[in-house]
């Protein structure tokens, strides 16, 4: 099973980007499902969580303006970007958590922020 990210790309600042993430089978027992960037030269952070009950958790540093959401489809998931900054540029990735498969992570999906 894969997770597969898309809605990346090349924004203006201040602009808004939805990016979204399938898996392309069923991963049982998903207690958390996640994204992180990595911009170059960076490690790569994390952004948020949801976990299986709902429950969202931000990094610190990045309340705010990044909003996580479960998809009505089963193993998906989403990250609503507002407001975004020249540094926001990274490739974004999602993770998911299973109890019984483990962690799993998707490809990455470039987002440029341009001045």
């Known amino acids: 099973v894969k997770l597969v990210e898309s809605g990346g790309g090349l924004v203006q600042a201040g602009g808004s980007l939805r990016l979204s993430c399938a898996a392309s089978?069923?991963?049982?027992?998903?207690?958390?499902m996640g994204w992180y960037r990595q911009a170059p030269g960076k490690q790569r952070e994390v952004i948020a969580f949801?976990?299986?009950?709902?429950?969202?958790t931000y990094a610190d540093s990045l309340k705010g303006r990044f909003t996580i959401s479960n998809g009505n489809a089963k193993n998906t998931v989403y990250l609503q970007v507002n407001s975004l900054k020249p540094e926001d540029t990274a490739v974004y990735f999602c993770?998911?958590?299973?109890?019984?498969?483990?962690?799993?992570w998707g490809q990455g999906t470039q987002v440029t922020v341009a001045t």
């Open positions: 993770n998911f958590l299973s109890h019984i498969h483990g962690t799993t």
């Open positions: 089978g069923t991963i049982s027992g998903i207690s958390a």
């Open positions: 949801i976990n299986s009950a709902g429950t969202t």
